[in-house]
């Protein structure tokens, strides 16, 4: 497979991603916003901006409103929900040839609800519904027509990893907003569709310790950091063929394991402890983890200018 | 009839009309009107609709300036009867036979230029001569693998052609996608006529490039190389590479390593074997040709030339497609094969000769000029629509480069009814059929682009002009080309049964079990009445 079509492929996954996982975490904070009466809607605001990594200026009012445009509406900023879906399409048109013709339309009709002025005129909490409903119809559509090649491999890589990077956030999200909130967590887990599989799981005993540790550390949770964090490592495995009898020769893979390795391993409460920093770092590892993949399966498809050669 | 023709008149001035002559419809357009009558204004308008959200849906557009549009495609399919085609399909196979004839020499021997038949300077005047193609042989002796030849029907109705085009000819994935759309908008109409496919283009063309690989490369890699999403045609290209099943690569993924040109892949370099480019000569390798060029890849003639990698079509194509060769082309059909053109041409004045340029410059509001490079109807002038000021212009500019300019009388092509704004009208059409070389046979896409002109009266098609296209059915059959009743194949077998699960579980269990519940019902009733009965006789009477 070409390089080029393996970094679209690897971006449509994060895209489609993280329009899906932003509208789940706004769907928590503007619903806590509007039920809990405690809760400084300022302050929720500035927060939710640092932690989706918006810059902002300390003196300028942010509200409900630009909170909104800046995470969902505006296809002009970096982190809404509009350009993340943009994005994916413009990388589905990158490797259009080798996309399945339902997987294409479902990611161009989702694009096309953009410029036709449909997206913004959807308002909160329906917004986020569509948005989720069409990230499901992306996903499953892949699911059910691409054959498990190298591009299917990197799709599902980048969605993996975009996930253990925003499933990170909204814990983040949950963990600071709770001082102040006892329902922060409840909600969170209802966004991820995990509420009722959470209650189940800890047999209606709910805690905030177990809530953290259920989206962290949950094995068969799907969203859950580490779970995420194992699909990556095996779509990384199944990308290196030949399987090797020690160690791990992909930077990739090594990031993966040892911090997977390291939330495992360590005690719940040295991880709860401070998880908005430990959020953080995971975040970095993600980062890091993207440099490695893309250094490794990629780098070729950056371009060559030829200097020589009188100009015509 | 719908009312949507009414008062529908065919074109204004001498215009052929293919849909209606001045006595009323022609036999070919005779079954799709009928089975447009039997639809309401309402259901054509709701069926138009549907067909330009598909075209959004499916992304099937175009750039103009960065811009992304969606090809505008017409309700209205263009018939061609199987006789004309049949035409067609000759003449379009003799022009093409004649220009590979003619490459061959061009970049050979030249005796073509001895014998008389054609100046030398003709040629090597052309901005498309190119010195890097010669010593490059065609394994198989084919140059143009795709060739689209722009036809017209003059004001006889007469098939002409209007121009070669044998470089990078694009539009043949919007007669795929036009017939997919329009079998789906009008099935019914589409189902009464007999209609010859279109959809096996792709396989036809990769026979062609894989029989042009170089010599003992039995299994070649081929790939179409494409300038990347910003080109007009990007969606054309990743078209034809996911329907011929090869990759899609842009420049900047081929590399070239010791006369081999390779393409990056996640499991490192891979050799390729031939390359259907749809990159212009000057952009495909900065060391022969344009140095800031970044679409191509620096090697690439260097490696075509050591016979390690086919480009099709072949470099230098373009002095066969020239404008102004394409006014000697009759001479050349003679001088090669020795018949007699099947397809004519439009008449023609070179402006580099004297003798025709005196005889055009005193009329050139009657006349259309066209710029001997230009494609996609960039420079043209049509004489009777410009301004003074605009001529004179143009008479600067001729004046100053006779060579660049050749001169045709209005050729005003026919007419088909178009859907605009809710009812029929007429509107110019061309018509671009396809033809592919294997090195056995050139073979012809039964179908073609149809492009027409939006804009009333305009007779400049090209889609970079706000040009449509139309489906193009060409009959299979003689006459209307009615569909024949076909005999349904049985099917003999019965398959296994669907099985269903529990919810759905058969009925008997149930009714069992519900007669056994009321069977219990019973027996304990019956046995209270027993006991009652009991009771009474024991009773003391």
Not at chain 2, 7 to 35: C, H, I, K, N, V
Request: glycine share 8%; net charge negative; charged share 25%.
């Amino acid at each position: 497979m070409l390089s080029r079509i393996a970094e679209s492929m690897f971006w449509i996954g994060r895209y489609v991603e993280r329009a899906e996982d932003t509208a789940r975490i706004l769907d928590v904070q503007t619903q806590l916003m509007l039920e809990d009466p405690t809760v400084d809607e300022t302050a929720t605001c500035r927060t939710l901006l640092s932690i989706m990594g918006v810059p902002h200026d300390e003196d300028t009012e942010v509200n409900r409103q630009t909170i909104l445009e800046l995470l969902a509406y505006d296809a002009q900023a970096p982190a809404s929900i509009a350009s993340a879906l943009g994005a994916a399409r413009e990388s589905a048109r990158r490797a259009r040839e080798t996309l399945s013709e339902p997987m294409w339309e479902a990611v161009n009709t989702t694009w096309r609800a953009l410029p036709s002025g449909r997206f913004r005129s959807l308002r909160p909490p329906a917004v986020f519904g569509w948005v989720r409903d069409r990230a499901a119809l992306v996903n499953g559509t892949a699911e059910a027509t691409m054959t498990r090649d190298e591009g299917y491999q990197f799709l599902v890589l980048g969605r993996s990893i975009e996930r253990a990077d925003m499933t990170a956030r909204l814990v983040a999200t949950a963990a600071l907003t709770s001082s102040s909130a006892a329902s922060a967590w409840t909600t969170t887990l209802r966004a991820c569709g995990a509420y009722e599989a959470f209650l189940r799981t800890y047999r209606g005993l709910e805690t905030d310790r177990g809530a953290a540790e259920f989206l962290l550390l949950d094995r068969l949770f799907p969203r859950s950091i580490v779970h995420s964090i194992s699909r990556a490592e095996q779509c990384l495995d199944n990308l290196e063929s030949g399987g090797s009898r020690a160690g791990f020769g992909n930077d990739a893979q090594r990031l993966l394991g040892r911090t997977r390795a390291d939330l495992e391993y360590r005690s719940l409460s040295d991880v709860v402890a401070n998880l908005p920093a430990e959020m953080e770092r995971l975040q970095y590892t993600c980062a890091a983890a993207t440099d490695a993949v893309t250094r490794r399966y990629f780098a070729g498809a950056e371009a060559t200018e030829w200097h020589g050669g009188g100009n015509l | 009839m719908t009312a949507m023709f009414e008062g529908y008149t065919g074109a204004d001035g001498p215009a052929y009309d293919e849909m209606f002559d001045p006595a009323g419809l022609r036999t070919s357009y005779d079954q799709l009107s009928t089975s447009l009558a039997e639809m309401t204004d309402q259901e054509i308008r709701s069926r138009v609709d549907a067909l330009q959200a598909a075209y959004l849906d499916q992304g099937v557009t175009f750039d103009i300036g960065g811009e992304e549009r969606a090809f505008p495609l017409d309700i209205l399919p263009r018939v061609i009867e199987m006789e004309a085609w049949a035409r067609i399909e000759k003449g379009v196979q003799q022009r093409v036979k004649v220009l590979e004839m003619f490459l061959e020499d061009v970049y050979d021997a030249g005796r073509v230029f001895e014998d008389g038949v054609i100046p030398r300077s003709v040629v090597t005047t052309s901005s498309h001569y190119h010195r890097a193609a010669a010593g490059i042989t065609p394994p198989n002796g084919v140059r143009i693998q795709v060739s689209g030849i722009d036809l017209i029907r003059d004001n006889a109705g007469e098939f002409r052609v209007l121009e070669d085009n044998v470089r990078v000819p694009s539009g043949v994935s919007y007669v795929m996608t036009n017939r997919r759309a329009i079998s789906s908008a009008l099935p019914e109409t589409f189902a009464q006529h007999r209609i010859r496919p279109v959809a096996s283009y792709p396989q036809r063309l990769l026979s062609a490039l894989r029989a042009a690989a170089p010599a003992g490369v039995t299994d070649p890699t081929v790939v179409v190389l494409t300038p990347g999403v910003y080109n007009g045609a990007y969606f054309e290209h990743a078209l034809l590479a996911r329907t011929m099943g090869v990759e899609l690569v842009e420049g900047r993924d081929l590399v070239c390593r010791r006369g081999r040109v390779m393409m990056r892949t996640t499991k490192g370099l891979e050799q390729v074997h031939v390359i259907y480019r749809r990159v212009d000569d000057e952009f495909l390798d900065p060391v022969q040709f344009r140095a800031d060029s970044l679409l191509g890849c620096p090697g690439l003639i260097n490696a075509a030339r050591a016979g390690n990698v086919t480009i099709a079509n072949a470099i230098g194509n373009g002095v066969a497609d020239d404008k102004l060769v394409y006014t000697y082309m009759p001479d050349l059909i003679r001088y090669y094969v020795g018949e007699e053109p099947v397809l004519r041409n439009v008449d023609t004045w070179r402006m580099g000769e004297a003798d025709h340029r005196e005889e055009v410059m005193d009329r050139l509001d009657e006349l259309v000029l066209k710029p001997v490079d230009g494609s996609g109807g960039k420079g043209i002038v049509i004489g009777p629509r410009a301004s003074a000021a605009e001529l004179e212009e143009l008479r600067a500019k001729v004046l100053q480069d006779p060579r660049a300019w050749i001169a045709q009388p209005v050729v005003q092509l026919s007419t088909v009814p178009t859907y605009i704004g809710g009812r029929m009208a007429p509107r110019h059409v061309d018509l671009r059929p396809f033809a592919v070389n294997d090195g056995q046979r050139v073979w012809v896409l039964p179908g073609g682009l149809t492009r027409v002109a939006l804009a009333e009266g305009e007779l400049i098609v090209n889609s970079s002009r706000g040009g449509g296209s139309k489906d193009t059915w060409v009959l299979a059959g003689p006459g209307g080309g009615q569909r024949r009743a076909q005999v349904q194949r049985q099917v003999t077998s019965t398959s296994a049964p669907v099985t269903a699960g529990p919810a759905t579980q058969p009925v008997p269990v149930l009714v069992e079990q519900e007669q056994q519940q009321q069977q219990d019902r019973d027996d304990q009733r019956d046995d209270q009445r027993d006991d009652q009965s009991d009771d009474r006789g024991d009773a003391p009477c």
